[in-house]
């Protein structure tokens, strides 16, 4: 089962990923907690905070809308290490739809990552379970500064002085 890290902590991943709209329509959302595909949510608007929406890494990002503001969470599934839409994803909806809920990396990203994925806006990863979650832990704060402006800085660093 993979693991969540989270809060500079390590948890159980509790949550399901329904990938399809078969398996959204088969379950029973008013128990669990379940990620959906991004166009099922729309379709249905789960009022309840345990559906959260699952984004393939090939999401538009026309398709995020403010509503998604209402979401408690987003993950969003990296393919592989060498693809960086998840990043550009993950700074959308963080910035342009102003979404302050979990934001969940899933998938193909590397330790290495885990520092610039932090700095896009996730604050959420799963992992599997055999992961060195310690290690894993320590590389979230691997770098002291940063000279950009991103999500969790707004401010260049000369601004910062």
Not at 21 to 45: E, K, M, Q, R
Not at 60 to 72: R, V
Not at 112 to 124: H, N, P, S, T, W
Request: aromatic fraction near 10%.
């Amino acid at each position: 089962m993979p693991k969540l890290i989270k809060n500079g902590t390590t948890e159980a991943f509790h949550w399901q990923i329904l990938r399809d709209s078969d398996a959204v329509n088969a379950a029973d959302l008013s128990s669990g907690h379940y990620l959906i595909p991004l166009s099922d949510w729309l379709a249905t608007t789960p009022a309840n905070h345990n559906v959260g929406v699952w984004l393939a890494i090939d999401t538009q990002p026309e398709d995020l809308t403010k509503a998604l503001k209402n979401l408690s969470t987003i993950a969003i599934e990296f393919g592989s290490f060498m693809d960086g839409r998840g990043f550009s994803l993950a700074h959308i909806l963080r910035e342009d739809c102003d979404f302050t809920g979990e934001l969940q990396a899933a998938g193909g990203f590397m330790q290495d990552q885990l520092f610039y994925l932090k700095r896009c806006g996730f604050d959420a990863f799963v992992v599997p379970d055999n992961a060195d979650t310690d290690s894993m832990l320590t590389s979230l704060d691997d770098f002291s500064d940063s000279y950009q402006a991103a999500c969790d800085e707004p401010r260049p660093l000369f601004r910062r002085r």
